[in-house]
């Protein structure tokens, strides 16, 4: 999803991943209606949904590792040891099996957005949110971001609706939406 800023890209990312509250109209995610959905229901539609944010949000008193492995544990009934399994092969998908115990002031702005998309990634949602994954990247890092988004979404089967101005990159969507004074536009 393109569009210029103030558009409502990331308003309606929001909106999609039960982060906000719908306030009129109709928006159904995974199966639910999120109008008048109460907390229960957004929860429901949180866990399914994996979230890949701008600033990358990792907590920065956690290692790369335990970033991904509160992700999993967010899942009901996984023990620990299977979520530090499925935190480690992730992170050795997107090559830091040499950076998991790193905290992120360790890790450069390019390993904190592959530590964001391992995170998005390790309970095989059905769709990922992306709010500008490339914007803190130069243009190879970006691509070699979004190249392994893409084959990784692929081989989960899973959907991305990613947000951004990087005009680079959108050779690689399947599928281009503008968004323009909070409207879609085609």
């Not at 209606?33 to 008193?61: D, K, S, T």
């Not at 899942?75 to 099996?97: D, F, H, M, Y």
């Not at 990613?162 to 409207?183: F, K």
């Amino acid at each position: 999803m393109t569009g210029p800023s103030g558009s409502g890209k990331t308003t309606l990312l929001s909106l999609i991943g039960g982060l906000r509250s719908v306030q009129e109209g109709s928006l159904r995610t995974i199966g639910i209606e999120l109008n008048g959905a109460n907390e229960e229901q957004m929860v429901q539609v949180r866990r399914r949904i994996g979230y890949i944010f701008q600033a990358h949000n990792l907590l920065p008193f956690m290692t790369a590792k335990q970033n991904v492995q509160m992700s999993v544990q967010l899942q009901s009934n996984i023990a620990r040891q299977k979520a530090i399994a499925k935190s480690e092969a992730i992170l050795k998908t997107v090559g830091l099996e040499e950076r998991v115990n790193y905290y992120p002031e360790n890790l450069s702005g390019g390993q904190k957005q592959w530590v964001a998309i391992a995170r998005a990634l390790v309970n095989h949602p059905k769709l990922v949110l992306a709010d500008e994954p490339t914007a803190a990247l130069d243009s190879k890092s970006g691509r070699n971001v979004i190249n392994l988004m893409q084959h990784l979404a692929k081989e989960q089967g899973c959907t991305i609706l990613l947000v951004t101005h990087d005009n680079r990159i959108l050779d690689i969507a399947d599928r281009i939406i503008h968004l323009e004074d909070g409207r879609l536009i085609e």
